[in-house]
Nanobody, 124 residues
């Protein structure tokens, strides 16, 4: 029932920054936790970051922590992923996801709702 749309991807030089956004189209988050995942060519979908409904609890993969920041605005039904100090290995299609609980989850199987993805390409 939840519809998610990501945007903000693009081409950026290594060391640069991008901010991804994800909106729930015509829907409210309720008490849903949200996450970001990414998938590079030939690789499985990988957890990036997640945030509880309240925004108090956040989790990051080891590969992005210290560089990426997840946040949300429940009034706007929007989740953000601020990506700083980007590396070529960050190149992937990034997906936002939602789950029907306020508790955060870090596995793809824990998220029943997914956006269409947005491409992030980092050049060296």
């Amino acid at each position: 029932q939840v519809q998610l749309v990501e945007y903000g991807g693009g081409l950026v030089q290594a060391g640069g920054s991008l901010r991804l956004s994800c909106t729930a189209s015509g829907r409210t988050f309720g008490s849903y936790a949200m996450g970001w995942f990414r998938q590079a060519p030939g690789k499985e979908r990988e957890f990036v970051a997640a945030i509880s409904w309240s925004g108090v609890s956040t989790y990051y993969s080891d590969s992005v922590k210290g560089r990426f920041t997840i946040s949300r605005d429940n009034v706007k039904n929007t989740v953000y992923l601020q990506m700083n100090s980007l590396k070529p290995e960050d190149t992937a299609v990034y997906y936002c996801a939602a789950r029907t609980t306020s508790v955060v989850e870090t596995t793809a199987e824990g998220y029943p709702y997914w956006g269409q993805g947005t491409q992030v390409t980092v050049s060296s």
